[in-house]
């Protein structure tokens, strides 16, 4: 069955970098568009960046463009979200979602598996 693990939060202080990896497995990886989405206390669930099968087309949240950057490696079948110059508003959830079809999107409702999150908190 599909199965996305996300991994590589942690606690950081403001300007550092983390590095959240998704590992794949369940279906064939290189045919799907991949996300990511975070979801702060008290707050709804919400985009963060994605990448379409390729990895030739990414699409980033404003609050993040120039920050975060998406990747994501066939071989491995994970995902990969680089961020840089965190900034406290940058903590929540963040989770790994696949897609519906092999291109990129925005909105939640083009993903259908999701991870269980993994936590990053940043420290002013």
């Known amino acids: 069955q599909v199965e996305l693990v996300e991994s590589g939060g942690g606690l950081v202080q403001a300007g550092g970098s983390l590095r959240l990896s998704c590992a794949a497995s369940?279906?064939?990886?290189?045919?799907?568009?991949m996300g990511w989405f975070r979801q702060a206390p008290g707050k709804e669930r919400e985009f963060v960046a994605t990448?379409?099968?390729?990895?030739?087309?990414?699409y980033y949240a404003d609050s993040v463009k120039g920050r975060f950057t998406i990747s994501r490696d066939r071989a491995k079948s994970t995902a990969y979200l680089q961020m840089n110059a965190l900034k406290p508003e940058d903590t929540a959830v963040y989770y790994c979602?696949?897609?519906?079809?092999?291109?990129?999107?925005?909105?939640?409702?083009?993903?259908?598996?999701w991870g269980q999150g993994t936590q990053v908190t940043v420290s002013s």
């Open positions: 979602a696949r897609g519906r079809s092999s291109s990129s999107y925005s909105s939640q409702s083009q993903y259908n598996y």
């Open positions: 369940g279906f064939l990886f290189s045919s799907y568009g």
């Open positions: 990448i379409d099968w390729s990895g030739g087309r990414t």
